[in-house]
């Protein structure tokens, strides 16, 4: 039976679990999430999950919410991904702040600037945020020195969860040029065999609501 990962282009969070996924060689599909024309807060959407987010992968009866999760059950399902047994908890770390630092302020800030009208976009807000993101890339930037992977010596849900939103062409405070570690480091995941951008990996929204 073929996995499929309820999921929409534009989230970043759904290509972390998306990118792992096609790069673990499991045979998956993407189910469009219309999380822009409402669906993620019908009844119907709350009813298979109740957090009322993206993604969610099912596999038979099993349904699955939260990237990280989704993340840990690729890597039990195939092995990979996971890091070495005395490097496990240094995958976990990297997640979790992934998901406090970078991740939230990232997806945050990129839906603000991007995806509200532009009357509407709080200025203070944005500022605020990109400004903690300017310190979490420097915290990555300066890890990311003098190594090719966040955690080890290959690529591991980390690297998989840390890139999450730093591929997406959106505009909203990240330029690559700036933090030369990360570019590099961008580069080294983008050369894996499989790798594809968010959106030719995913469904985006319809052309009609761009």
Not at 100 to 106: D, G
Not at 143 to 172: M, Q
Not at 178 to 197: E, F, M, Q, T
Request: glycine share 10%.
């Amino acid at each position: 039976m073929t996995i499929k990962l309820h999921c929409f282009g534009e989230s970043g969070n759904s290509y972390k679990a998306a990118l792992a996924l096609e790069l673990s060689g499991l045979d998956w599909e993407p189910v469009f999430v219309d999380f822009f024309g409402g669906q993620a807060r019908t009844p119907e959407w709350r009813a298979e999950n109740g957090m009322g987010e993206a993604p969610v992968l099912v596999d038979g009866n099993m349904r699955l919410s939260q990237s990280g999760a989704i993340q840990q059950w690729i890597s039990d399902k195939t092995g990979k991904f996971g890091g070495t047994p005395e490097d496990r908890y240094e995958v976990l770390r990297w997640i979790l702040w992934d998901n406090h630092k970078l991740s939230s302020q990232a997806g945050m800030t990129r839906f603000l600037i991007n995806f509200l009208p532009e009357g509407k976009r709080p200025a203070e807000v944005i500022a605020f945020s990109q400004g903690r993101l300017k310190a979490a890339y420097d915290v990555l930037n300066r890890h990311l020195s003098g190594r090719d992977w966040i955690v080890g010596k290959g690529v591991t849900n980390a690297d998989l969860s840390c890139c999450g939103y730093l591929y997406y062409p959106e505009p909203f405070g990240f330029d690559r040029a700036d933090w030369p570690h990360i570019d590099a480091w961008l580069d080294r995941i983008a050369a894996l065999p499989g790798w594809k951008s968010p959106y030719d990996l995913m469904p985006g929204r319809p052309s009609d609501r761009q």
